[in-house]
Each structure stands twice: as structure tokens, then as C-alpha cells.
């Protein structure tokens, strides 16, 4: 019996182990972002450095950070072969509103073919996974390819101390490829890879035309309104044609030509189905583009927030010295994000009046990434996915950003693989998260698959 063969044996009469397993980590509430879950997301790190050490990794390490650990792991027996760079994340969301949950938070109840529980499908049950998969392939004889893992505890707040843990280990993190577990498919039947993300630049500004609130009936009509201003000055942000009119917003975004603009119109959702999705009355966006390729390929700016002047109950005839928003860009591959800092400045220096002050404010910017998609490594994935699922995958642009796919493209000079069997339904970051269990197992035999297929692929 080949090595694949017997991996693939071993996961399928192992299920119920690995279902308890997934449910004890799952019941550690390795919450990054709340001061009294530290010693959890300790533990969190901890019981996943001790799943390494069983899958016998040359080396195990827990690296400090200024906050949570980075669990770094390796195992380097495949001469001749590939490594690759596993990533993922052991930390988890906050479950608030916790009184919407129909089940403990950590209680990893099983209810059908699903179990609930936070941190289920983001990014427990991806990792978990993956971590079977090698589990089945060291049993069933050695490991096809090199494996290293990059693992964090900061994802969901950031990832606030990976970047320099990175400069400071290029050495040790040099790899052919990154397999991304922190990823989802299109459907339960249906597998899906996303070889783009979007990168996101968020801002927030202030403009102000008073130094106090003053009174609408002594003063209207004598100074500006900064909630006026603002709103002009925000709807000039797009001509008729939905496009930015920031200065030279489009000059460095790759256009999409005919061969990706055919793929994506593989991409199974109709504008009637959008509509459903959203809850939207009509659809918007860039004129010339369908909406899976103006949430996947093209740029946007979009208000978050904004508000100013008196809001709460009753009336108060109120003239605001200062109006705020929240600005938001979502941006494609090769956007450089400190340029569309300064092409935001230019427009708003530009098209503000005289006499109103204003202040930019940069919350977070990361930069989006495109794989290329006709790599040995990415056609090894949608042979893996097709073999399991019996489908050929779709590949998909996403409109959400993970900066660490750019990241460690930037750093280290390597694609990521984004390979993971999350469903859009999952729940995540809200109530009631959850795994479609079926494709938590088809994602153990995908993931034994792909490392085989690497093999044949280098070997």
C-alpha cells in the first residue's frame, strides 16, 4: 500500500478521534483580544506546540512576542523535495452577544453535521485539519515534502508582532511555498481557491469650521456647516460612472484581461443571487464590471461612518464645529498603499473650501496580493480539491484583505496557497460560528493529497 493510500485509511478509521481532539482545542476560549484569556491563549499555543512534538517536528519552539506566543515547527526529512511553510492561527474572536448563541461558546456541541463552537471554521477546525493530515501521513510511512509552521496568536487583532518576528527569521522560515489554512470554498459541495486579496487602507477625517458648536438660528447662514462640507466634499469622491476621482487612484491597478475575466465568470452566483446575499434593493459599483469582478479586481472607497453635530433624542438647533468620517479603500495588487495616503490628501487639500481646517488620521493599511494561479503548486491544490470533492475547483478574487498572504509574499519572495474548507455560512465572528463537519474530514484528505502531490510534482 503506497503512502497516500495508507494515509488516507488511517484518517478515514480515525474520524472520531480527531472529532474529540477538534473539540478539545476547540473548548480552549483562546480569546487574543481580552486581557483575562491571556493564560488561554497560552494554553491554546501550548497544546498546539504539544500536537507538533506528537507529530515528531525536529524542532518545536514557542517564540515570546510583546503579546501572545508565535508557535514556529519543523521537520526537514525529504531531501530533494519541497518545503513548505504552513500558516494558520490558534486565537479566536470574542463571542459577543454571547446571549445569541444557542450552545456554549466552548462547548463544541455536535448538532447534525455540524459542530458549534467559536473559532469552529476560523481557524480551529482549517489548522486542525491540516494537522491530521500529517498525523495520517506519518503514520502511514513519512512525510512527502519539508513542513514548517508558522502559527500565531495575534491574527484576529492584527497579527501585531508577526512582522518583525519575520524579519528577524528569514533563515528560518525560507520555503518553496506558504499553504494558507486560513481559507474557505464556495460551497459544501462545490471547492473553491482564491489566488487575489484585496489590501485595505483605512482612514478617518475630521474637518472643522468653528472652534465651538454654535447656535442655527443666531449664526446659519453666516459660517459654514462642516457636516456640508463633508458630505460635498465625500460625494465628489465618485464621478457617474462609480469610479474613485482620487488623483491618480487607477494608474497602477492591473487590468483583468479576457482569459481572467472568462474564469471568473465561472464564479456560480447571478446578480439575482447577490441581491439575495446582500439584502440590497439594486445593485452598484464601477460601470464596465460585473460584481464578482468589482469585489475581486477592482478598487474601492467606501464611507464607514460619519457623524457630527447632535444626535440624539429631540431637537437642538445646533450649528457643529467639526463633522467626522470614517474612509475606507479596498485595494487590488501593485495599489501602493502610502500612495493612496497622499492621492486622499491631494483630493482633499484640493476640493476643500478656504477656511475649513482639516486632520487625516491613518487607522491600518495591508497590502493586497495575487498568486499566480498557473504555479505547479496551485494546480497541485485543484487536483487535490477535484480528487476529494469530485468537482474541479473554482477560482476566486476576494474582496477581504489577509495581510499576511502579502506579507510573507513581500518578505519572503513566496506565493501562499489559500486552501481551506470554510463556507461562507459559517457564522464567523458572529453567533453560533460553525463547521460543516463532512468537509472538516474531505479537508484532511485534501490536505493529505496536496502534500503528496507535491512530491510528484518536484520529485
Known amino acids: 500500500m503506497s503512502t497516500l493510500d495508507g494515509a488516507l485509511k488511517y ?19 483562546s480569546i487574543s483580544t481580552l486581557p483575562e484569556n491571556k493564560a488561554d491563549v497560552q494554553r491554546a499555543a501550548e497544546w498546539v506546540a504539544g500536537q507538533l512534538k506528537r507529530l515528531k517536528m525536529d524542532h518545536v519552539e514557542l517564540f515570546p512576542t510583546g503579546g501572545h506566543p508565535i508557535l514556529y515547527g519543523e521537520c526537514l526529512k525529504a531531501p530533494g523535495q519541497p518545503t513548505v511553510l504552513v500558516y494558520g492561527h490558534y486565537d479566536v474572536q470574542p463571542v459577543d452577544p454571547v446571549g445569541e448563541w444557542e450552545s456554549d461558546p466552548f462547548g463544541a456541541e455536535v448538532r447534525g453535521d455540524y459542530i458549534y463552537a467559536r473559532g469552529a471554521s476560523d481557524m480551529k477546525g482549517q489548522i486542525f485539519a491540516q494537522l491530521k493530515a500529517m498525523e495520517s501521513l506519518l503514520q502511514a510511512g513519512a512525510y512527502p515534502v519539508n513542513v514548517k509552521y508558522l502559527l500565531e496568536g495575534e491574527e484576529e487583532i492584527g497579527s501585531v508582532h508577526l512582522p518583525e518576528f519575520i524579519d528577524a527569521h528569514r533563515d528560518l522560515l525560507r520555503c518553496d511555498v506558504v499553504l494558507n489554512c486560513d481559507a474557505g470554498i464556495h460551497a459544501p459541495d462545490q471547492p473553491a ?4 486579496l484585496r489590501g485595505l487602507a483605512y482612514f478617518e477625517l475630521e474637518v472643522r469650521t468653528a472652534k465651538r458648536d454654535l447656535h442655527s438660528g443666531l449664526f446659519g447662514g453666516s459660517v459654514r456647516n462642516p457636516i456640508h462640507v463633508l458630505c460635498e ?19 497602477k491597478v492591473r487590468p483583468l484581461d479576457d482569459e481572467e475575466r472568462a474564469l471568473l465568470q465561472q464564479v456560480p452566483y447571478t446578480d439575482t443571487q447577490w441581491l439575495e446575499l446582500t439584502g440590497a434593493d439594486m445593485l452598484y459599483g464601477e460601470a464596465g464590471y460585473s460584481s464578482i469582478e468589482r469585489i475581486g ?23 457643529p464645529a467639526k463633522a467626522t468620517a470614517k474612509l475606507s479603500t479596498r485595494l487590488v495588487a ?16 484640493t476640493h476643500l473650501p478656504e477656511g475649513v481646517q482639516w486632520e487625516l488620521h491613518v487607522h491600518s493599511t495591508g497590502p493586497g496580493a495575487t498568486m499566480d494561479r498557473k504555479s505547479a503548486f496551485m494546480q497541485a491544490a485543484a487536483r487535490a480539491l477535484e480528487e476529494v470533492f469530485g468537482v474541479a475547483p473554482i477560482y476566486k478574487r476576494e474582496g477581504g484583505s489577509v495581510p499576511v498572504v502579502a506579507m510573507l509574499q513581500q518578505k519572503l519572495g513566496v506565493d501562499s496557497i489559500m486552501l481551506g474548507f470554510a463556507l461562507p455560512d459559517d457564522g464567523i465572528h458572529g453567533p453560533n460560528e460553525k463547521q460543516y463537519l463532512p468537509n472538516f ?4 484528505n485534501t490536505y493529505i493529497r496536496f502534500l503528496s502531490l507535491l512530491q510528484v510534482l518536484e520529485g
Open 11 to 29: 484518517a478515514s478509521g480515525h474520524e472520531a478521534a480527531f472529532l474529540a481532539e477538534y473539540q478539545e482545542f476547540l473548548r480552549i476560549p
Open 441 to 444: 474530514y474531505r479537508g484532511i
Open 334 to 349: 501593485d495599489q501602493d498603499l502610502h500612495a493612496v495616503e497622499g492621492q486622499l490628501r491631494e483630493y482633499i487639500q
Open 193 to 196: 481557491i482564491t489566488y487575489s
Open 233 to 251: 466634499l465625500i460625494t465628489g469622491m465618485h464621478d457617474t460612472r462609480g469610479r474613485v476621482t482620487l488623483p491618480g487612484f487607477y494608474d
Open 297 to 319: 479586481a477592482r478598487p474601492t472607497l467606501d464611507v464607514n461612518g460619519i457623524w457630527g453635530g447632535f444626535t440624539g433624542e429631540g431637537a437642538k438647533t445646533v450649528l
